[in-house]
């Protein structure tokens, strides 16, 4: 699989640019603007450049956990739950670890944020191995819980009551990832999130057991007759939720560095549109995430910068999603 310009690629991406255009010719008063804020306004200035790329890290590891359980032929449905869970354990150890050196309290925190949403993919594995349970529904009903219970945490007892947002004090700046240009707001998040994507791919498309896996996801009764770990889906099951929640630990430390409700809201899903359109290939994920970025920055763009509503330059983000994440996706694994 791969993702630029193979044969159909092209034309899907020139039917979706097409939907936008008439979309905006009939629900602006300016077309022209409106197009020009959605496509070029993402890359006039060199902050809104530093942003789309800052934003596509955490997008970039959403995908990576979302590729790894889509390649052992299982389907994750609750990256929202487990970012949000990550996000919340993260900001949690970085709270009480201030007075501690950041590159300390940031690796308790990523251990954090990685093993809780990593035990509660887990915990999908085993219902289905104990209970015969579908993970496909209990990884997402035990995402929809651990959403209730984050929300209510930041709204209720971890909220700073000095702040008007529902959600726990702003990290000390000193624990957010440092910044790479003054000025800008490009972190060393999505060069993190590129480290992980190589060695994942290294793992996939070079080791026995990425050979292993890609077997197993092919067919679990033929990888099992030949020998293969019968609990060959338990480990990537894992390391998907904890990827997951990496995910939202870097939302928090590449942005603002405060928690609050709907911070990590839509990442669990971009993850799993990102995984399909990159047909679940961890290199080709970063373009894929680059891309989803740009359409999010180009949305906002479009609604602040032009008479195009939000709802309206949310529609035109998603007519494009669609289009791509369907002609891309129907040739991928998953």
């Known amino acids: 699989m791969t993702l630029a310009l193979r044969r159909g690629a092209l034309p899907a991406l020139l039917l979706a640019l097409g939907f936008a255009v008439l979309e905006a010719l009939l629900a602006s008063k300016a077309p022209f603007g409106s197009l020009f804020a959605f496509f070029v306004a993402p890359f006039a200035s060199p902050w809104s450049l530093a942003a789309l790329l800052n934003a596509a ?3 970039l590891l959403a995908a ?34 201030a007075q501690l050196p950041p590159p300390a309290a940031w690796l308790l925190a990523a251990l954090a ?33 651990t959403l209730v219970i984050v929300d209510w945490a930041l709204a209720g007892p971890l909220r700073d009551p000095s702040s008007n947002f529902l959600g726990m004090a702003a990290l000390a700046p000193s624990l957010l990832l440092p910044r790479l240009l003054p000025g800008l707001p490009l972190t060393l998040g999505p ?4 480290c992980l994507a190589l060695f994942f791919a290294y793992i996939l498309r070079g080791s026995r057991a990425g050979y292993e896996l890609r077997l197993f ?10 020998g293969l770990d019968p609990t060959l889906d338990l480990w990537p099951l894992a390391l998907s939720g904890g990827l997951s929640g990496l995910a939202g630990l870097l939302l928090l430390l590449a942005g603002s560095g405060q928690a609050i409700q709907g911070l990590s809201g839509g990442l669990g899903w971009n993850g799993l549109s ?24 180009g949305s906002r763009s479009a609604s602040l910068l032009s008479d195009l509503s939000p709802e ?23």
């Open 57 to 59: 890290g955490p997008l």
């Open 64 to 97: 990576l956990g979302a590729s790894l359980a889509f390649r052992a032929g299982i389907f994750n449905l609750g990256g929202e739950g487990q970012a949000a869970l990550g996000l919340l354990a993260g900001a949690l150890v970085l709270a009480r670890a």
């Open 113 to 145: 944020a990685f093993l809780l949403p990593a035990l509660l993919a887990l915990l999908s594995g085993l219902a289905e191995r104990r209970l015969g349970a579908s993970v496909l529904l209990t990884s997402f009903l035990l995402s929809q819980a």
């Open 191 to 194: 060069v993190l999130a590129l």
């Open 217 to 226: 996801g092919l067919s679990r009764r033929f990888a099992r007759a030949q």
């Open 274 to 297: 990102i995984a399909l359109v990159a047909g679940t290939d961890p290199l080709l994920a970063l373009p894929a995430s680059l891309l989803f970025a740009f359409l999010d920055s």
């Open 312 to 334: 309206t330059a949310a529609l035109m983000k998603a007519l494009i999603l669609l289009l791509v994440t369907a002609r891309f996706g129907r040739r991928g694994r998953a």
